[in-house]
């Protein structure tokens, strides 16, 4: 559970440059090539599929073809039938020629037919054995009863059933094709479906395919390009702290050194003019350039650790009311003229679960930077305090307070707030701070309000993650 936003730098994954442009073309080339296989494979497919339609709708059309060439010499039998009737009952010669023009026709299209289907063995058969039953019917017509011819051999009624036995005969073999090509029809139409729907599967699934390589493609790229960037933040980064170290390193280190040497040459002057105020006086002030010039290497020595990875939780049972009161103690050495630290706890015994030395460091460094900001006149509080199964630990006093505009960059490495003036530190110590609090699973939070009190309080949970 978040207390309050606190500004920190994202954790970046170590990545090298020679790591990423290893890996950057490698990746982007077998995406490519992945890509451009598919390409090949999905328009292979799409190309053969396509193709075995195109000769399946050119089968189904072919029988829709012979389908209705057996249609159409089916009616053109009908047309001669009732032209050779017509002629028998009126004896008009204009039936007689649509008689003629018909046969010829209908030979013609007998011969059509017979072409379209020599390929298959079943329908010749059939269209072979109507052709020899049609032209037994058009010979029988010519030569006898279309002519008006007496045959003594048979009667009028024999002769009426013969014509329909062989009528029947063709209209049956011409039903028989339109059946055969209509199962044709039906078996070609079902493939053809089935070859369509392959084809659309093959080409979706292709398309699919291709659309998630070049989406991996672009996600990769775009990781990549941010990997590199985060990269270069990082080496401008690094290169930023080494100048911050150089830079407050060389000033740090300068006021307190010279600070000493100008001491020690006083308490030589002090020394032989007996004066033993002053030799205490600057002794005084020596000791506190060598505690400052130890906090700051102090401060280094910790983030280093922290940078690479050598600080460990080791968590324990203690008194936290007990380290609290021993910390106190020591820090009140530290304190300026008029200024006060208070310890207020809320319980008797405050026993936790915590990393012992992180909790002691954190606190030291939360007071330290209120003796050295707050101001002469400052009050200083240390509360600690155990409720819903949190402990909380704050320090807050009633100094000058953080700028609203500093807010923001408090937690940043090297990071020093505009009213510190000329007060020495290494803007480390928050930032060291927050890395000890997160590595025990607690929160850091703070407020701030210029000029009455500053706040800054670790929750944590004996040691699980809130």
């Known amino acids: 559970m978040a207390i309050m936003g606190i500004p920190t730098k994202n954790k970046l994954s170590p990545v090298t440059p020679a790591e990423i442009k290893k890996a950057f073309p490698i990746m982007v080339y077998v995406g490519r090539v992945a890509a451009v296989l598919l390409v090949l494979v999905v328009g292979a497919s799409a190309l053969y599929y396509s193709d075995r339609q195109h000769k399946k709708e050119k089968w189904i059309e072919h029988a ?26 009126t004896k008009s010669i204009g039936f007689l020629k649509e008689y003629n023009t018909n046969s010829i026709y209908l030979q013609a299209q007998l011969k059509i037919l017979a072409d379209m289907v020599k390929d298959n063995r079943g329908q010749t058969k059939t269209v072979s054995k109507l052709s020899n039953d049609l032209n037994f ?13 007496q045959q003594k051999e048979r009667s009028p009624a024999q002769i009426v059933l013969l014509e329909k036995a062989k009528m029947d005969m063709a209209i049956a073999d011409i039903n028989a094709i339109k059946q055969a090509e209509q199962k044709l029809l039906v078996i070609r139409e079902a493939e053809n479906n089935q070859l369509r729907e392959r084809t659309e599967i093959a080409i979706i699934s292709g398309t699919v395919m291709i659309l998630i390589i070049v989406y991996f493609l672009i996600w990769f790229i775009w990781r990549e390009f941010n990997n590199r960037v985060k990269t270069y933040q990082q080496e401008k980064e ?19 050194l010279s600070s000493v040497i100008l001491s020690l040459s006083l308490i030589e002057k002090y020394a032989r003019n007996n004066d033993p105020d002053g030799v205490l006086k600057h002794s005084y002030k020596i000791k506190s350039s060598v505690n400052n010039l130890t906090a700051i290497l102090e401060d280094f020595l910790s983030l280093e650790k922290l940078n690479t990875g050598k600080v460990r939780v080791k968590n324990e049972h203690f008194d936290l009311k007990e380290l609290c009161e021993s910390i ?46 707050a101001g002469e006149q ?18 807050k006093d009633n100094g000058i307070g953080i700028a609203e505009e500093d807010q923001k960059n408090l937690f940043t490495a090297f990071y020093r707030v505009n009213n510190t003036g000329n007060i020495p530190g290494t803007g480390l110590g928050l930032n060291i701070v927050l890395r000890y609090v997160k590595l025990m699973n607690g929160k850091l939070s703070f407020f701030s309000v210029p000029g009455k009190e500053t706040r800054f309080e670790m929750i944590f949970s004996d040691g699980k993650p809130i």
Do not use: C
Request: zero cysteines.
């Open 137 to 149: 019917l058009t010979e029988y017509w010519k030569s006898g009863q279309l002519l008006l011819k």
């Open 64 to 89: 829709y073809s012979v389908y209705n060439k057996a249609d159409t010499v089916g009616n053109l039998l009908n047309e001669i039938s009732l032209s050779r009737s017509r002629y028998v009952t």
């Open 328 to 373: 106190v103690e020591d820090m009140e050495l530290s304190l300026k003229p008029h200024q006060q630290l208070l310890y207020n706890p809320s319980e008797v015994s405050i026993i936790v679960d915590l990393d012992k030395h992180l909790v002691h460091n954190a606190i030291v460094n939360l007071i330290s930077n209120s003796i050295k900001y």
């Open 238 to 256: 690094i290169s930023e702290l080494k100048t911050n170290f150089v830079s407050i390193a060389s000033h740090e280190f300068r006021t307190p």
């Open 378 to 395: 400052a009050t200083i509080s240390l509360e600690t305090r155990y409720a819903g199964e949190r402990i909380f630990i704050s320090v």
